[in-house]
Nanobody, 123 residues
Framework: QVQLVDSGGGSVQPGGALRLSCAASGPESDRVPLGWFRQPPGKEREFVAA????????FYAPSVKGRFTISRDNAKTTVYLRMNSLKPEDTAVYYC????????????????WGQGTQVTVSS
């Protein structure tokens, strides 16, 4: 069982930056992969980034690679998403996720979800 609380969303202008945080709790929280999905207005949820429990492997969606950075703290229970060079198309509700069953890129494979935090990129 893993509980997730995500935060850090807000409104920024194009080219700006934000950092999202997600605090994981529960007996398995320091031993499971963590990640982020997002859901743009009127669209399906899409994979953004993921990191294994050790931090040894990291995965990004092509649309964010080079602009976003995922990391987790030494205790392994907090995951961050640093978002630079934000674009209007990054506007979405961002969800922290934990404990995938298989395919990191498939939203249906992740067992636990945060409540979501809104990111709006607009001039």
């Amino acid at each position: 069982q893993v509980q997730l609380v995500d935060s850090g969303g807000g409104s920024v202008q194009p080219g700006g930056a934000l950092r999202l945080s997600c605090a994981a709790s529960g007996p398995e929280s320091d031993r499971v992969p963590l990640g982020w999905f997002r859901q743009p207005p009127g669209k399906e949820r899409e994979f953004v980034a993921a990191i294994t429990w050790s931090g040894g492997s990291i995965f990004y969606a092509p649309s964010v690679k080079g602009r976003f950075t995922i990391s987790r703290d030494n205790a392994k229970t907090t995951v961050y998403l640093r978002m630079n060079s934000l674009k209007p198309e990054d506007t979405a509700v961002y969800y922290c996720v934990a404990d995938p069953e298989g395919d990191y890129y498939n939203s249906g494979d992740w067992g636990y979800w945060g409540q979501g935090t809104q990111v709006t990129v607009s001039s």
